[in-house]
């Protein structure tokens, strides 16, 4: 498994970047995990429309979905090329009804449902759903497949099913969205702190946080998550990480 980061930054772009995007490869086919506003062009660069095998959403917020609606655009118009026939299998949670209608009442999508505890076969990977506290309904994704283990969080508040769920993770994608020195008690996100603790109780091997607010030093954060787990990494657009 490769995974490539088209966007990484939350809840809303920083200029000319994106927000969250990965490319996750697998025997030659191409899982699209969030496409956040700004996602869609810098995807482009990379990987054409005809050529995503399955759309992931771990949410139906803007900044992880936003660019699925205009994706929605590019893949009527490959139909009308002849460049697809089929429709785009889109794994997604059903709320908010109103964002996820727009999605899976699209022709060029087949929408799946995304639910608590859900497991799937996917391109030759085992791939299971875990719903984490967030306003809207959100999951984390797990993806094995040869022994190895890819966990992406998803938007989270602290809680332990994340530890439990991404325990023993080869690759940890883990957002840490606010300073400490910002968090409330009320916050939907994690704190880069928070990360780091996360990772290490886990147990992971390599911890790559994302959802950077754009106002933020990258290297801030990185110092927090960093408190707990030393080789934490930010991960970084345009780079591809083996896992």
């Known amino acids: 498994m490769r995974l490539f980061c088209i966007g990484k930054y939350g809840p809303y772009p920083k200029a000319g970047e994106s927000c ?11 899982i699209v995990i969030d496409l956040g506003c700004g996602a869609l062009s ?13 759309l992931v959403l771990s949410h139906l ?23 697809r026939t089929e429709p785009l299998p889109v794994y997604l949670p059903a709320e908010p009804a109103a964002e996820s209608c727009l999605l899976s009442s699209h022709a060029m999508m087949d929408a799946h449902f995304i639910a608590d505890g859900m497991r799937i076969q996917l391109f030759g990977m085992d791939v299971a759903f875990a719903e984490m506290p967030h306003p809207v309904p959100s999951y984390a994704m797990a993806f094995e497949s040869g022994g190895k283990k890819l966990v992406y969080s998803g938007d989270t508040r602290d809680t332990v099913r994340i ?17 400490e020195k910002d968090k409330s008690p009320a916050a939907p996100h994690v704190s880069a702190k928070d990360a780091g603790r996360i990772a290490k109780e886990a147990g992971v091997r390599r911890l790559l946080v994302t959802h950077l607010l754009p106002e933020y030093n990258a290297e801030d954060v990185l110092s927090e998550v960093r408190e707990s787990y030393p080789s934490a990494e930010m991960i970084q657009e345009g780079q591809s990480y083996e896992v």
């Open 163 to 179: 530890i439990d769920f991404a325990s023993g993770a080869d690759l940890f994608v883990m957002e840490a969205a606010l300073l």
């Open 42 to 54: 810098k995807l482009l660069n990379v990987l054409p429309p005809r050529d995503i095998d399955a």
């Open 61 to 83: 917020h803007a900044d992880h979905m936003g660019d699925a609606l205009t994706l929605r655009y590019a893949l009527e118009v490959d139909r009308k090329l002849g460049r």
């Open 20 to 30: 969250s995007c990965y490319v996750l490869t697998h025997n030659g086919k191409n």
